[in-house]
T-cell receptor
Framework: GAVVSQHPSRVICKSGTSVKIECRSL??????MFWYRQFPKQSLMLMAT?????????EQGVEKDKFLINHASLTLSTLTVTSAHPEDSSFYIC????????????????FGPGTRLTVL | AQSVTQPDIHITVSEGASLELRCNYS??????LFWYVQSPGQGLQLLLK??????LVQGIKGFEAEFKRSQSSFNLRKPSVHWSDAAEYFC??????????FGAGTRLTVKP
């Protein structure tokens, strides 16, 4: 299957700093990438959807000025958590969707391994 | 919009026993259904998926799931659970616009 990587896998930062998380599709071109966050013992919540070369679409309640998403190429999307605070500590997971054959009208999302963000 | 319900927050089974994790979905059109497993601190691993065709889907690690349109369900089953199956399991539904929604998850504990 398609492989999606995330970097870093774990990051600890001080309150007020900004953190950038990278999501890469390694063996396919991702026309769309998705960013999720997962609080401990909870499910994944979609934060935003980004299409290559255009602005991200944010879910209701997600601050777009705080969570900056850039999808500048077909293999890379970045999530920057600006002025991070302890409440932003979470597990951030990206997924990527590319054009795949064999699936009617649905293109499967492939998930990255996640990034654990801890804000002190 | 689509939604997913996993009624069981936590299930405990004995090693070697059978397992069934429940998943109900709500979606007006043909759903695309998935089961993922997540070990602590790890990302998601796809167990199986249903897009169309045979309603009984075989996945990895001996798991299977059955799509029942009349019951809006996609329950995950395994005939004999291994201790390594202890993890969090998520059911997800994808819509035609490629939006994916996850259930709340079911935590599986396996007793020796």
């Amino acid at each position: 299957g398609a492989v999606v990587s995330q970097h870093p896998s774990r990051v600890i930062c001080k309150s007020g700093t900004s953190v950038k998380i990278e999501c890469r599709s390694l063996d396919f071109q991702a026309t769309t990438m998705f960013w999720y966050r997962q609080f401990p013992k909870q499910s994944l919540m979609l934060m935003a959807t980004s299409n290559e070369g255009s602005k991200a679409t944010y879910e209701q309640g997600v601050e777009k000025d705080k969570f900056l998403i850039n999808h500048a190429s077909l293999t890379l999307s970045t999530l920057t958590v600006t002025s991070a605070h302890p409440e932003d500590s979470s597990f951030y997971i990206c997924s990527a969707r590319g054009a795949t054959g064999g699936f009617s009208s649905y293109n499967e999302q492939f998930f990255g391994p996640g990034t654990r963000l801890t804000v002190l | 919009a689509q939604s997913v319900t996993q009624p069981d927050i936590h299930i405990t089974v004995s090693e070697g026993a059978s397992l069934e994790l429940r998943c109900n979905y709500s979606y007006g059109a043909t759903p695309y259904l998935f089961w993922y497993v997540q070990s602590p601190g790890q990302g998601l691993q796809l167990l199986l998926k249903y897009f169309s065709g045979d309603t009984l889907v075989q996945g990895i690690k001996g798991f299977e799931a059955e799509f029942k349109r009349s019951q809006s369900s996609f329950n995950l089953r395994k005939p004999s659970v291994h201790w390594s199956d202890a993890a969090e399991y998520f059911c997800a539904v994808g819509a035609g616009n490629n939006d994916m929604r996850f259930g709340a998850g079911t935590r599986l504990t396996v007793k020796p």
